[in-house]
């Protein structure tokens, strides 16, 4: 079992940057995802970004540009770093950690932007 701990979330204003980070309790070299995925109010869960084992990212097209994630298999951390966010950047932010049949789930972070 791998219990993983999101940090950075908070209000911001429209413009403003956030950045999330997520450690997990036992090494995640050998986990083929870790990234960020995030559930707005009446939504479905949604990808954000994603770093895969050997280094390759995916993200959401609303994050392109925008957003920064990035992986430290020695330190066992996620990181996403958010830059001009927008109002409907709001939701709960959930760090995943998987490979195969195995999947983690963090408990969340509340990411707010005011316009």
């Known amino acids: 079992q791998v219990q993983l701990a999101e940090s950075g979330g908070g209000l911001v204003q429209a413009g403003g940057s956030l950045t999330l980070s997520c450690t997990a309790s036992?090494?995640?070299?050998?986990?083929?995802?870790f990234g960020w995925y995030r559930q707005a109010p009446g939504n479905q869960r949604e990808l954000v970004a994603q770093?895969?084992?050997?280094?390759?990212?995916n993200y959401a097209a609303s994050a392109k540009g925008r957003f920064t994630v990035s992986r430290d298999d020695a330190k066992n951390t996620v990181s996403l770093q958010m830059k001009d966010l927008k109002p409907e950047d709001t939701a709960v932010y959930y760090c995943k950690l998987a490979s195969g049949r195995l999947n983690y789930w963090g408990q969340g972070t509340q990411v707010t932007v005011s316009s």
């Open positions: 036992r090494g995640t070299l050998m986990y083929t995802v």
């Open positions: 770093v895969l084992k050997g280094g390759t990212t």
